[in-house]
């Protein structure tokens, strides 16, 4: 079992929202812009008058992670991404092979000099959507790439020179057995990879599923079906030495995700760019999610911050152990309360109650979520908050 310590309070993460997707595929419901040079020279701008901006707040930081997220960063371009790089550098030195930066990457995008480029950048981990290697799925999702197309482009990406590669994999999509999931399993076994993800489908509203919900929902695999994917990735992932250390991520030893970890475990970050959220001191915001008004904002020297919460102490609280519990090292009440505050009782209570119904084990001081747990994580969350 990997251990993931608590972030040392001086530590941040930064996180860049680059929209642009070729296409938007039919279950996204992220903010997605066309791929278009001027919009993309735009946010450069964007993103190095919010860097002054928010530079105050990172004086007494050291960056443990950068990450490039979307939409679909690699279409933003290696001389992009290397100016951004260099921004943070010049105010804020840090050790390029010290710290995790991290680019999401289309498959269709990766061909071997882009990735050298990025890696020549200062890329060291790629993240890259492949989500099934079912054919018939992807075309059903709307992604452009083909399996084999994302079988090279993670090999591809190895050879450049990128080896910590992480890879997004979905379920619980339409038509989806047991068998194709496997199939798509056991193709990922010969693949470099260091660390996966697992998403599961959700259908949310504004997106071209929730259109056509009436014709996807008989489609979907039933509870069980589910569960019986979500096991066997378990089991197959941990197999393949890619060992489960969060709910829905496994990695090699040494290689879970520290940017990701640092979401789990509070640590704080700030989000650039149009609808990127941030963590900061307690206080959760977000950019407004219109590429235009985030740059006028900007450009006039007003905030492009437009929703921003404060929760209450207890809030916070039950929310911090909430999200840390996905670890599956779980939670040290000790450590928590030294670095949060103490427990209520009310939550305490909660605790006992879940420990009892088996949703928790609770030994030497640690919680950690059991099998049934891990299952029932949104019923857990859900009681506990
Ligand atoms: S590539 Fe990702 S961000 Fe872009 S439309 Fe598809 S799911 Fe959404």
Known sequence: MLTIGNPSSKEASLYFHIPFCTRKCEYCHFYVLPDQEPLKNQLLEGFKLEWERMLPFLQDKSIATIYFG??????????????????????????????????????????????????????????????????????????????????????DTYQAGISNISVDLMYDLPKQSLHHWEMTLEYIRSLPLSHLSLYNLTIEPHTIFFKKQAELTPLLPNEEASLAMYNSAIERLTNFGLEQYEISAFAKPGFYSRHNTGYWTARPFLGFGPSAFSYWQGKRFRNIAHLGKYYRALKSGHSPIDFEEQLDAEAHLKELFVIQIRLCQGILQSEFERRHGALSQETLQTLEYLLQEGFFSHSKGCWKLTKKGILFYDTVATELI
């Open 70 to 155: 979307g939409g679909t960063p690699s279409l933003f371009g290696p001389d992009r991404i290397r100016s951004i790089l260099e921004m943070i550098h010049h105010s804020l030195p840090f050790d390029f092979s010290q710290t995790e930066i991290t680019l999401e990457v289309n498959p269709e995008n990766a061909q071997p000099a882009l990735m050298q480029a990025y890696a020549q950048a200062g890329i060291n981990r790629a993240s890259l959507g492949i989500q099934t290697l079912d054919p018939d799925l992807l075309t059903l999702l709307g992604r452009l790439h083909s399996p084999s197309l994302a079988i090279k482009a993670v090999q």
